[in-house]
């Protein structure tokens, strides 16, 4: 027992070492390393995946290996890194979601609108900027990224952002209740059961609900009954069915592909809440 005690002792300060480079590498999925490095990488990450989707694991647990391996306080350098991206890129055309958006926007029905998960706030900025008239919060569950967006986008007036937990009750908080939330991304980190509960919780603030996420091009997302694993931590998830037991109405859904990705696609799904 205590030679168990000491080798888990020393597995867990080798990952607490290898966190920065295992950082450095994700959004890649480790695909510039070679040789010893990459095999290393790769083993490593079907070993964080497997303990990630056990059927045994909680969402607690979850939560727990995603800041293994993204670090705790890497929530501002993923922004940075999405910054030098900027937006719109030459793929979002083909994300049908945006188009829907803009064309909400424009329509005079939306004076509020809340991007949950909003990273950069790239995203939101863009739409801020081209919509003055309308009231945008940014949220997202570290609060040294809503500093640093909060200085970021300083200048943009009609723009605010708060720290919020998709994973926690909602809070009765100002900017919470809005016509529109709105998610690019995120939500396929969350696992079935957590997705689940903030799809019923929100409905409670917002009157419609679009969504923009990343799918297996295999992933039927009709017949398909479960969530299933996507690799790094993420999912596949059938979102039309989650939002439907989560009681939101009016579900449609349209799906998009861009060439230079042919192992995924990406589904826009949006609905409305019942009773308003």
């Keep these: 027992m205590p030679d168990d005690r000491l080798a888990l002792e020393a597995l ?38 497997a303990a990630y989707y056990s ?8 939560e727990e290996i995603k800041q ?18 900027g ?4 793929q ?4 049908p979601m945006f188009s829907i958006l803009q064309k909400w926007f424009a329509s005079g029905e939306i004076r509020s609108a809340h991007q949950v998960g909003c990273c950069s706030g790239r995203e939101i900025a863009w739409f ?23 200085n970021f986008w300083a200048g943009i007036r009609n723009l605010d952002f708060m720290e919020l937990h998709m994973d926690r009750p909602i809070p009765d908080a ?21 997705l689940g509960q903030f799809f019923e919780n929100i409905r409670k603030f917002v009157h419609r609900i679009a969504l923009s996420q990343p799918l297996d091009r295999h992933f039927d997302t009709v017949q398909s009954p479960d969530s299933t694993p996507r690799g790094m931590l993420s999912w596949n998830h059938p979102y039309p069915r989650l939002l439907a037991e989560a009681g939101w109405k009016g579900i449609e859904w349209r799906e998009g592909f861009v060439a230079e990705l042919p192992k995924w696609k990406n589904i826009a799904v949006w609905a409305y809440a019942s009773g308003l």
């Design 68 to 85: 293994l391996c993204m670090g705790r306080d890497s929530g501002v350098a993923w922004a940075k890194r999405y910054l030098e991206k």
């Design 174 to 194: 100002p900017g919470v209740c809005t016509d529109l939330l709105y998610a690019s991304g995120g939500f396929h980190y969350m696992d079935s059961a957590a």
């Design 12 to 49: 867990l300060l080798r990952l607490n070492t290898l966190q920065p480079r295992l950082l450095r590498h994700w959004i890649s999925g480790g695909t510039e390393l070679t040789g010893k490095r990459r095999a290393c990488f790769n083993s490593l990450v079907r070993s964080l995946d």
């Design 92 to 95: 979002t055309a083909n994300l």
């Design 128 to 150: 801020a900027r081209h919509f003055p008239e309308i009231r945008f919060l940014g949220s997202d569950c570290d609060p040294a990224v809503v500093t640093f967006l909060k």
């Design 87 to 90: 937006f719109p890129e030459p």
């Design 55 to 62: 059927p045994e694991a909680t969402t607690i647990r979850r």
